[in-house]
């Protein structure tokens, strides 16, 4: 999978970011159409067997439903494969366009402990329902689920905070 990531200065979480006024929707809508395009082509002829339109772009995809769609059609012609999008995995539910995409992406992050120390039969029994979640969600889109990413730091307190570095 070819998985391009916006990256925002002073650690901004892509998720949350919404162009101020000065920049507007329309400038940055045809700036990342322009990015993402350039790796759909790039894809297709390196011959990647998925791509994936955007990463955890929580705000800009509840604000812009049709841009993406539009964009998804873009990039359905210059990638020519399957399509994926990878939410964050508190955003999953909330993507408007799933029905137009092959997989649903997750950015599985999700606390798993409520404690430090966590030992693995309360590891386990979190994980079991992550995936009944995501098996729930799988049935109402009709889609697979792929685990775009999932991470747990090598931090102590990890299964409660798995992005976070302390």
């Not at 909330?94 to 606390?111: N, Q, T």
């Not at 994980?127 to 889109?141: F, G, H, Q, V």
Request: hydrophobic content about 40%; proline content about 5%.
């Amino acid at each position: 999978m070819l998985k391009p990531h916006l990256w925002l200065g002073r650690g901004q979480f892509t998720g949350t970011y919404a162009p101020d006024s000065t920049v507007g929707w329309t400038s940055y809508e045809q700036s990342y159409q322009a990015y993402i395009l350039y790796y759909a082509k790039l894809g297709h002829e390196i011959g990647v067997d998925l791509f994936c339109i955007g990463t955890e772009m929580r705000s800009f995809v509840q604000a812009r439903p049709i841009y993406w769609n539009k964009l998804i059609d873009k990039v359905s012609d210059a990638f020519q494969g399957p399509l994926t999008y990878a939410a964050n995995w508190d955003e999953a539910e909330h993507v408007p366009f799933w029905d137009a995409l092959d997989y649903v992406g997750v950015d599985e992050y999700a606390p798993i402990a409520k404690k430090s120390g966590a030992r693995e039969p309360e590891l386990c029994a979190a994980w079991n329902t992550l995936a009944k979640d995501l098996e729930a969600l799988s049935r109402r889109t009709g889609k697979r689920i792929i685990l775009t990413e999932l991470v747990y730091r090598a931090t102590r307190n990890a299964a409660m905070a798995p992005a976070t570095r302390a």
